[in-house]
């Protein structure tokens, strides 16, 4: 191949920045998460297993996955299960809009700032992170898409049964 050395660079180029694009792994960052009557950290909730699910009110997808994740927590929430969704818009009024059209049984948290989705990595809307009782992060998710559905739930109840 005539261009090799450049075909090789650009091979590296790219492992590397899909490599410092990864979601985040390992222990859970301990974010605090403010909802509007109260603050938590993220390590408060050990103990039990976490689905933390990063969105935004202009976030097609998240239509979709918010009443999968109220039907969630409704299933598991007797083992230990709890959904956490932390919304990014800087206006918290786009936030609570959406909440009035899409209701969350949740709780859900509001980070203007973005601290919380940096510590996660997020790479796009939604972004969801499954964590051990723990407070490890086992797997996370970009999107959500009604294929995602029965993975998503096998994932809650590998860690539920643990």
């Not at 605090?32 to 933390?52: A, C, F, P």
């Not at 109220?70 to 206006?91: H, Q, T």
Request: with cysteine; proline share 3%; charged share 25%.
């Amino acid at each position: 191949m005539k261009n090799r050395p450049l075909y090789l660079l650009l091979l590296v180029v790219l492992f590397l920045a899909l490599g410092l694009s990864r979601a985040y792994a390992g222990q859970a960052p301990d974010i605090m998460i403010n909802t509007d009557g109260q603050s938590l950290h993220l390590s408060d909730l050990r103990g039990e297993v976490i689905y933390l699910d990063f969105w935004a009110s202009w976030c097609v997808p998240c239509r979709e996955s918010f009443p999968w994740m109220n039907e969630m927590e409704k299933k598991y929430a007797d083992k230990g299960f709890k959904v956490i969704a932390i919304n990014l818009d800087e206006d918290k009024s786009l936030a609570d809009a959406f909440l009035t059209r899409y209701s969350a049984s949740f709780k859900v948290g509001f980070d203007a700032s973005g601290r919380s989705a940096e510590l996660f990595r997020v790479q796009g809307m939604p972004s969801s992170y499954l964590i051990d009782r723990q407070g490890n992060v086992v797997s996370s998710h970009i999107g959500f898409r009604q294929k995602d559905m029965q993975q998503l739930e096998a994932g809650i109840k590998s860690l539920i049964t643990r």
